[in-house]
């Protein structure tokens, strides 16, 4: 078993109030659950800003290809976003001993 917990900081472009914020990162969010649902993800830092977030990530797989794979192709998503601007990604890895 192969486990991660990854966090993106991101900037939100279009915010202009924590009400805009809100909506965009639940929209963020659910899109995120919907499209991945072995991750689980949630606002962990900046709540009080209202262009900044931090989301965490945590994934678990039976292969450490497919959870580099899965991590990079979140990353990537976001990366496209024209909504959001990704200004940091830290990934932690956890690997069961053998």
Do not use: C
Not at 52 to 61: D, P
Not at 65 to 78: D, F, S, V
Request: proline share 2%.
């Amino acid at each position: 078993m192969y486990a991660a917990a990854m966090r993106l900081d991101l900037r939100i472009r279009d915010a202009h109030s924590l009400k805009d914020k809100r909506r965009h990162l639940k929209s963020l969010l659910a899109e995120l659950r919907n499209d991945f649902p072995a991750v689980g993800v949630a606002e962990v830092d900046y709540q009080d800003l209202w262009q900044r977030t931090a989301i965490g990530l945590a994934a678990v797989a039976g292969q450490f290809g497919y959870l580099q794979r899965l991590l990079h192709t979140i990353e990537t998503k976001l990366r496209a976003s024209s909504s959001f601007e990704l200004l940091e990604v830290a990934t932690s890895y956890l690997e069961r001993p053998e």
